[in-house]
């Protein structure tokens, strides 16, 4: 079956402008997850949803970042007025319900450069 | 305030030996520990996980290897070969209030040489 999806796969944009990043979700899975991924680090926790609801939005750097699950399948995280310091690889992850044991399923990530 | 530590940040390996990643962790309610495999341009991908009621697991040439007194966990991959070169992250969950988000090492960028 598919995959988690994420669009665009890169995207350039200039400081001060806003973004929007899609993940597409395996198809039933309630649990969607976004990370970040600097350059030679491991992925850093932003936001989980449980279904349609953002069940955890602790990692989130500050409010300039938010996200949506409106139908509780496609999210979208939304960067306003971006900066430098915000290039990175955004990456979506989903799994079946949420539950500790679960496997998270990555997507490829959507490469971000802020100029 | 890193809670999960992960070494070696490189290593290289010759084609057929042992390699070996070791992780500590900080946060005693961590109670699932996942290895992910991440190749150039893709997403991480999970290779193996254990829960800390065993001590080791194994699947295929990949091994987990769990001390929860020590709090500390390691990815041993027997016959390493050339396509295992990729990066691997451990990783830690736990089952309390709120979201099963995973915490990651920094990684460790395995090559393995002819």
């Known amino acids: 079956g598919a995959g988690v999806s994420q669009t665009p796969s890169n995207k350039v944009t200039e400081k001060g402008k806003y973004v929007e990043l899609r993940c597409d979700p395996i198809?039933?899975?309630?649990?969607l997850y976004w990370y970040r991924q600097s350059l030679g680090q491991g992925p850093e926790f932003l936001i989980y949803f449980q279904g349609t609801g953002a069940a955890d939005d602790s990692g989130l750097p500050n409010d300039r970042f938010f996200a949506v699950r409106p139908e509780g399948s496609v999210s979208t995280l939304k960067i306003q007025r971006t900066e430098r310091g915000d290039s990175a690889v955004y990456l979506c992850a989903s799994s079946l319900s949420g539950d500790v044991g679960e496997t998270q399923y990555f997507g490829p990530g959507t490469r971000l450069l802020v100029l | 305030q890193q809670q999960v530590k992960q070494s070696p940040q490189s290593l290289i390996v010759q084609k057929g030996g042992i390699s070996i990643i070791n992780c500590a962790y900080e946060?005693?309610?961590?109670?699932?520990f996942p290895w992910y495999q991440q190749f150039p341009g893709k997403g991480p991908a999970l290779l193996i996980a254990?829960?800390?009621?065993?001590s080791e697991k194994k699947e295929g040439r990949f091994t987990i290897s769990f001390n929860k007194s020590a709090k500390q966990f390691s990815l041993h991959i027997m016959d390493s070969q050339p396509g295992d070169s990729a990066t691997y992250f451990c990783?830690?969950?736990?089952?309390?209030?709120?979201?099963?988000?995973?915490?990651f090492g920094k990684g460790t960028k395995l090559s393995v040489i002819p």
């Open positions: 254990i829960r800390p009621d065993v």
């Open positions: 198809s039933g899975h309630t649990a």
């Open positions: 990783a830690a969950k736990y089952s309390g209030a709120g979201s099963y988000q995973l915490t």
């Open positions: 946060n005693t309610a961590f109670d699932y």
